[in-house]
């Protein structure tokens, strides 16, 4: 995706310009924007939610946008189409209507034109006339990229389609343009070929899935419902990640601090990422792939403790240069991972003055039960310099 914002004939006006490639035809893209139960799926300018979409995609006709804002304040987009060509032009009006000032203002001007790359690809080209001035064309940029990143998940295949993961894997996909710039930039493009050719496979080898059930860690990489990517860290027995077969493994989910960040991004975007890493024997594993959420006894019993599960299929598996990897030498397993000793007490932290009105009745009634003391802050900041949360 690349922008840029340029000045208009009247020098006064702004116009922003997103150039996106979608894996999807042109004739899908198209309906996405012009289907109200498409568009209540992508086109939300922040964190809240469209409530429903009225729209009439003919020249002349309109369309109403009714949304709501995190903290429930509501907001509105509107306007008319003035040019439909059907599968490849829409030009529209373009109005705001809520709490955000900066997208407040005279009506403006939404071109979008596809252009298909083949039968299963297009590129989308964004124009967005007649801003203010550079302050609102920023933040109409950043407002698009977080839709057309929506829009682009919500045009892949459900994770359990074949579709979503071919046959061979994402290989040949595996670098954009942005990665090939910076390759020709550095004169790696043959180095990166070769590793894509000999290092990167679609299933699990005999050495990944030894590797994986060593480990007592992984880092858990998902996309939120703004775009933003967020890393977590998972960690339990040796071997608590379990690969089911050469195309799959299984994460548990133990009680946490019930944002349930992970988990949540993950059902609503199941594309995922996790990096594997020894620190006593410098080594890493990276593997990309489809999660989806498991809270069936059945999938559960093997999982001691853990609430739900992420059941990854793998699209992408890879070792990493260890090069920068610090020695690191492992003390203890954590007291708190199932079948350890202090594995059924409740978090230290739910225990702080400032939160333990707030924690789950489960949680509560043991910190009752047990008679256990509310901690201040104060002492809980000691605790944890001590090491003894």
Same mark, same amino acid.
């Given at each position: ?13 702004v !116009? ?18 012009? +289907? ?17 979409a ?15 804002d ?17 599968? /490849? ?9 809520? !709490?955000? !000032? ?7 001007r ?10 299963d ?7 967005h ?26 045009? %892949? ?36 070929? /070769?590793?894509?050719?000999? !290092? ?51 994460l ?14 993950? %059902? ?7 990096l594997?890493?020894?620190? +006593? ?7 990309h ?8 006894e059945? +999938? ?16 992408? %598996? ?10 690191? #030498? ?14 059924? +007490? ?9 939160? #333990? ?25 000691a /605790? ?6």
């Amino acid at each position: 995706m690349t922008g840029t914002g340029a000045s208009g004939a009247d020098g006064g006006s702004v !116009a922003l310009v997103l150039v996106r490639r979608l894996n999807a035809p042109a004739g899908l893209i198209f309906s996405a924007w012009t +289907e109200p139960k498409w568009l209540v799926r992508w086109l939300v300018p922040g964190a809240g939610a469209l409530r429903e979409a009225v729209i009439d995609p003919r020249p002349g006709g309109a369309y109403r946008l009714d949304g709501v804002d995190p903290d429930g304040t509501a907001y509105q987009l509107s306007g008319s189409y003035i040019e439909i060509v059907p599968e /490849r032009r829409i030009v529209a009006s373009w109005c705001y209507e809520g !709490a955000a !000032a900066g997208l407040r203002g005279p009506p403006t001007r939404v071109e979008v034109d596809l252009r298909p790359l083949g039968a299963d690809a297009c590129e989308l080209t964004l124009t967005h006339g007649e801003l203010s001035g550079e302050e609102a064309a920023s933040l109409h940029r950043n407002v698009w990229t977080i839709c057309l990143d929506r829009l682009a998940w919500s045009l %892949a295949p459900a994770p359990d389609e074949s579709a979503f993961r071919p046959k061979l894997g994402a290989l040949a996909e595996l670098y954009g343009d942005q990665h090939r710039l910076l390759q020709d930039a550095f004169d790696s493009r043959r180095l990166a070929n /070769r590793l894509r050719k000999v !290092a990167v496979t679609s299933t699990l080898t005999p050495d990944h899935k030894a590797f994986i059930a060593a480990q007592d860690m992984v880092f858990l990489s998902t996309i939120d419902h703004r775009g933003f990517p967020t890393c977590s860290y998972k960690g339990g027995a040796p071997g608590f990640v379990r690969v089911l077969d050469d195309e799959t493994l299984a994460l548990p989910s133990y009680d946490g601090n019930g944002m349930y960040l992970s988990a949540g991004n993950a %059902a609503a975007n199941a594309k995922v990422g996790l990096l594997f890493i020894d620190f +006593e024997r410098p080594h890493r594993l990276r593997i990309h792939g489809s999660a989806r959420l498991a809270r069936d006894e059945a +999938e559960l019993a093997v999982f001691p403790g853990a609430e739900l599960a992420l059941v990854v299929k793998v699209y992408e %598996a890879f070792v990493n240069c260890p090069r920068y990897v610090h020695r690191y #030498r492992r003390l203890e397993t954590s007291p708190f991972v199932p079948g350890e000793a202090r594995a059924g +007490e409740v978090a230290p932290w739910k225990n702080l003055d400032i939160v #333990r009105d707030d924690i789950p009745a489960r949680d509560r009634r043991r910190l009752d039960e047990a008679g256990t003391a509310p901690l201040t802050r104060e002492e809980y900041l000691a /605790r944890l310099k001590q090491g003894k949360t």
